[in-house]
T-cell receptor, first 114, second 106 residues
Framework: DGGITQSPKYLFRKEGQNVTLSCEQN?????MYWYRQDPGQGLRLIYY???????QKGDIAEGYSVSREKKESFPLTVTSAQKNPTAFYLC?????????????FGEGSWLTVV | AQRVTQPEKLLSVFKGAPVELKCNYSYSGSPELFWYVQYSRQRLQLLLRHISRESIKGFTADLNKGETSFHLKKPFAQEEDSAMYYC????????FGTGTRLLVSP
């Protein structure tokens, strides 16, 4: 099914290396988000973007970077500065405006640092 | 600051029993609240939102501003309800609770 596509689903990285997770959406949504999901901690917001060429830090942005050069794309780079990068990463998108705020999620990417 | 609390990590019930997944929030303005669900091997998806006042798959949730709660309820649980449930608060930038795993046994 279409919607939001994350790649890769599984990624292994050596310590000290940067890695970029891809997120593409074909829903024509203005807003896109990156969340990190850890056991027992729920979802925590890393970065979000409401418009092309603009983005804001979430609650746990340290050690991560993003770009929003195109409306449909919002890649996340996990840098070597991120102390505990092994996690499940979820990308999401939503419309802006309207009643309520339905966020649509991708299937996620598992990152393991070895 | 916005905060969502889901006090139960795991809720285990038998099929046909009533279910209540608790959610409390802290927010100074008028909250927008949601329940998201993640079934096994599926992506996280919206279950319901308080402004719609709807019932989805037999689940309902009522916003209680006095108690700052948005508990999710279902009168008769089914095995297919087994999943991870997240309460969320906010507009555009959602804050999620830590989630409650619901296990419904036959």
């Amino acid at each position: 099914d279409g919607g939001i596509t994350q790649s890769p689903k599984y990624l292994f990285r050596k310590e000290g290396q940067n890695v970029t997770l891809s997120c593409e959406q074909n829903l024509n949504h203005d807003a896109m988000y990156w969340y990190r999901q850890d056991p027992g901690q729920g979802l925590r917001l890393i970065y979000y973007s409401q418009i092309v060429n603009d983005f804001q830090k979430g609650d746990i942005a340290e050690g991560y970077s993003v770009s929003r050069e195109k409306k449909e794309s919002f890649p996340l780079t996990v840098t070597s500065a991120q102390k505990n990068p092994t996690a499940f990463y979820l990308c999401a998108s939503s419309r802006i405006g309207g009643s309520g705020n339905t966020i649509y999620f991708g299937e996620g990417s598992w990152l393991t640092v070895v | 600051a916005q905060r969502v609390t889901q006090p139960e990590k795991l809720l285990s019930v038998f099929k046909g029993a009533p279910v209540e997944l608790k959610c409390n929030y802290s927010y100074s303005g008028s909250p927008e609240l949601f329940w998201y669900v993640q079934y096994s091997r599926q992506r996280l998806q919206l279950l319901l939102r308080h402004i719609s006042r709807e019932s989805i798959k037999g689940f309902t949730a009522d916003l209680n501003k006095g108690e700052t709660s948005f508990h999710l309820k279902k009168p008769f649980a089914q095995e297919e309800d087994s999943a991870m449930y997240y309460c969320a608060l906010g507009f555009q930038k959602l804050v999620f609770g830590t989630g409650t795993r619901l296990l419904v046994s036959p």
